[in-house]
């Protein structure tokens, strides 16, 4: 193990006899208990009655994920040196901001030298990687740490790759917890936000992306980590296409600035979804067949060879839709795909390539995958999987790129619930705002 390894982090121990006696070393203890409850330093969880073990210790049963902490254990760290050499920071990405983009983009450099906190509310297609590059750049220039976290693993993985290429000598990791290569000490963290439980005051800027999205939201544990991950003063950006009044509230109390941008980078506005009645779809779905209207807009789509996106509310739906198709349109060739689907990466690829014509997914592809020409149904769009956030997130897949600015969303529905009509609304709001903004 390397020293820098500690730098930042929260390692538990027993360490290698080199590095137990290094003089920067400092021990964190971990579990502290009195009586029945037990608090854990690494999760931020209280536990009452749960996690004993024999002669009054414990460990907390909140992060086993990680590794068991207990009363016998010990977390070491070295406090963040920032130790990088950033002659080497510049940003060689040449493309263009549009004007509206240049303005938020320019209020994130500043939030990020003045050390505040901003939130970026753009919509989705907005282009917001881009925006952050002259903030994170000023923060790499100053020799910061800067920590990028999503709680979407997709998104982890689409990020990467261009902060690579668009800071090409800075030393960068990718972490989301299913990597082959090890952790090294690097200036830029590109990660899943669990993976901030192993950060300890590292980061000088931390971005949060899809802030929103499962699970970061409902779980409190993320919550007390990012906090804890980031030194005192950093300046912290969270991102968001879709923010829920919950998150709006908690911004609001944290005094966090707001920065909106509600057009595409290309102008276009946000695709309308179009609502479609499909009754007993699933009697349907049973019989090897689509609603008439589903059926037609399919067959169409397929005679102009455009990639499609078929979401459903559940796995179990995944089979028979697939069949359906295959039995419907027998010449298309397509798969389907779900969060635990061991050739998930792969068949996201595959589409890419245009390998397969469509995929039917569950909400895992709501956001953070971009299909140029995309063409998407909701199969049951009133179920309550899907969110008002969900719902906005998967009708803005449509008519991301500048080449294809524009395409079809069908919601399909049983009833119009008031769900999908305030997400409806939402889409709606967004498109004039940006006719205001200009
Ligand atoms: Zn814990």
């Given at each position: 193990m390397e020293k820098s390894e500690l730098y930042g982090r929260l390692v538990a121990g027993p360490l290698p006899a080199g590095l137990r006696n290094s003089p920067q070393i400092q021990q964190v203890p971990v579990i502290h208990r009195w009586g029945p409850v037990v608090w854990?330093?690494?999760?931020?969880?209280?536990?009452?009655?749960?996690?004993?073990?024999?002669?009054?210790?414990?460990y907390c049963p909140q992060c086993l994920q990680l590794g068991r902490v207990s009363t016998l254990t010990s977390l070491y760290t070295i406090p963040e040196p920032n130790d990088f050499h950033f002659d080497g920071s510049r940003c060689v990405w040449r493309g263009k901001l549009s004007p509206a983009q240049a303005r938020i983009a320019e209020k994130i450099k500043r939030a990020v030298q003045q050390r505040r906190r901003f939130l970026v509310w753009a919509v989705t297609g907005a282009g917001k990687t881009e925006m952050l590059f002259p903030g994170l750049e000023a923060g790499l220039a100053a020799?910061?740490?800067?920590?990028?976290?999503?709680?979407?693993?997709?998104?982890?993985r689409e990020l990467f790759p261009r902060l690579r290429t668009a800071f090409p000598a800075v030393t960068a990791i990718l972490l989301t917890g299913d990597e082959s290569t090890p952790y090294r000490y690097t200036q830029l963290v590109v990660a899943t936000t669990h993976q901030l439980l192993r950060f300890y005051r590292a980061f000088d800027l931390l971005v949060v992306d899809e802030v929103d999205a499962f699970p970061f939201i409902t779980d409190k544990r993320l919550h007390y980590a990012a906090a804890r991950a980031i030194k005192e003063d950093a300046a912290v950006l969270l991102l968001t296409a879709t923010p829920s009044s919950q998150l709006l509230k908690v911004i609001r109390r944290h005094r966090f600035q707001i920065g909106m941008l509600p057009a595409r980078y290309h102008g276009y506005p946000l695709p309308e979804p179009v609502f479609v009645r499909i009754g007993h779809w699933e009697r349907l779905i049973h019989r090897q067949m689509f609603p008439t209207k589903i059926q037609a807009a399919l067959a169409g789509w397929q005679e102009r060879c455009l990639p499609v996106l078929i979401f459903v509310s559940r796995i179990k739906w995944l089979k028979p839709v697939l069949r359906a198709l295959q039995r419907q349109l027998p010449t298309w060739r397509g798969t389907s795909v779900y969060a635990a689907d061991p050739r998930r990466q792969e068949k996201v690829a595959a589409m890419r390539k245009h390998r397969v014509q469509y995929l039917v997914t569950t909400t895992i592809l709501e956001r953070?995958?971009?299909?140029?020409?995309?063409?998407?149904?909701?199969l049951g769009a009133d179920d309550p999987v899907f969110t008002v956030a969900a719902l906005v997130q998967i009708a803005g897949r449509v008519g991301r790129?500048?080449?294809?600015?524009?395409?079809?969303?069908?919601?399909?529905?049983?009833?119009?619930?008031?769900?999908?009509?305030?997400a409806y609304r939402q889409i709606r709001a967004l498109n004039r705002a940006a006719r205001r903004m200009g």
């Amino acid at each position: 193990m390397e020293k820098s390894e500690l730098y930042g982090r929260l390692v538990a121990g027993p360490l290698p006899a080199g590095l137990r006696n290094s003089p920067q070393i400092q021990q964190v203890p971990v579990i502290h208990r009195w009586g029945p409850v037990v608090w854990c330093l690494r999760c931020g969880q209280v536990t009452w009655r749960q996690g004993r073990l024999p002669h009054h210790h414990a460990y907390c049963p909140q992060c086993l994920q990680l590794g068991r902490v207990s009363t016998l254990t010990s977390l070491y760290t070295i406090p963040e040196p920032n130790d990088f050499h950033f002659d080497g920071s510049r940003c060689v990405w040449r493309g263009k901001l549009s004007p509206a983009q240049a303005r938020i983009a320019e209020k994130i450099k500043r939030a990020v030298q003045q050390r505040r906190r901003f939130l970026v509310w753009a919509v989705t297609g907005a282009g917001k990687t881009e925006m952050l590059f002259p903030g994170l750049e000023a923060g790499l220039a100053a020799g910061w740490r800067v920590g990028v976290v999503t709680p979407r693993i997709d998104v982890c993985r689409e990020l990467f790759p261009r902060l690579r290429t668009a800071f090409p000598a800075v030393t960068a990791i990718l972490l989301t917890g299913d990597e082959s290569t090890p952790y090294r000490y690097t200036q830029l963290v590109v990660a899943t936000t669990h993976q901030l439980l192993r950060f300890y005051r590292a980061f000088d800027l931390l971005v949060v992306d899809e802030v929103d999205a499962f699970p970061f939201i409902t779980d409190k544990r993320l919550h007390y980590a990012a906090a804890r991950a980031i030194k005192e003063d950093a300046a912290v950006l969270l991102l968001t296409a879709t923010p829920s009044s919950q998150l709006l509230k908690v911004i609001r109390r944290h005094r966090f600035q707001i920065g909106m941008l509600p057009a595409r980078y290309h102008g276009y506005p946000l695709p309308e979804p179009v609502f479609v009645r499909i009754g007993h779809w699933e009697r349907l779905i049973h019989r090897q067949m689509f609603p008439t209207k589903i059926q037609a807009a399919l067959a169409g789509w397929q005679e102009r060879c455009l990639p499609v996106l078929i979401f459903v509310s559940r796995i179990k739906w995944l089979k028979p839709v697939l069949r359906a198709l295959q039995r419907q349109l027998p010449t298309w060739r397509g798969t389907s795909v779900y969060a635990a689907d061991p050739r998930r990466q792969e068949k996201v690829a595959a589409m890419r390539k245009h390998r397969v014509q469509y995929l039917v997914t569950t909400t895992i592809l709501e956001r953070g995958v971009t299909f140029p020409d995309v063409q998407v149904i909701i199969l049951g769009a009133d179920d309550p999987v899907f969110t008002v956030a969900a719902l906005v997130q998967i009708a803005g897949r449509v008519g991301r790129s500048p080449t294809a600015p524009t395409g079809t969303v069908l919601f399909g529905c049983t009833r119009i619930t008031p769900v999908v009509r305030a997400a409806y609304r939402q889409i709606r709001a967004l498109n004039r705002a940006a006719r205001r903004m200009g």
